[in-house]
């Protein structure tokens, strides 16, 4: 299983939110956009990675989450895809925000 986490305006950033809230719109990594992947390799130790480059591109957001597509660089990987992420409790979090 992997996870996709998306963190927005990154920390030091000229771009600016409303609320915490990431919104809707088209976010460029790494710039306004924080993405990072994680995942388990085959002896089940946590990987991962942050973007370097591309967008994620948020349809919709409120208060039971977002949805949206990416097409992202990670490292020497390119992926793409959709998502459909329900709100999270900020308590539960690594120290981050949610959407």
């Known amino acids: 299983m992997a996870t996709l986490d998306l963190r927005g305006p990154p920390a030091g950033s000229s771009a600016t939110r409303s609320a915490g809230a990431l919104g809707t719109g088209v976010f ?5 956009v924080t993405a990072q992947y ?6 089940c130790m946590a990987t ?6 591309g967008s ?14 990416f097409d992202l660089v990670l490292d020497s990987d ?9 709100t999270c409790n900020p308590a539960a979090t690594d120290g981050g925000e949610c959407l």
């Open 28 to 32: 460029m990594a790494p710039s306004t």
């Open 38 to 43: 994680a995942a388990c390799d085959k002896a």
């Open 48 to 53: 991962g990675e942050s973007a370097t480059g």
């Open 56 to 69: 994620v591109h948020v349809t919709q957001a409120n208060a039971c989450g977002a949805t949206g597509t």
């Open 78 to 86: 390119h992926v793409t895809g959709s998502f459909a992420a329900p």
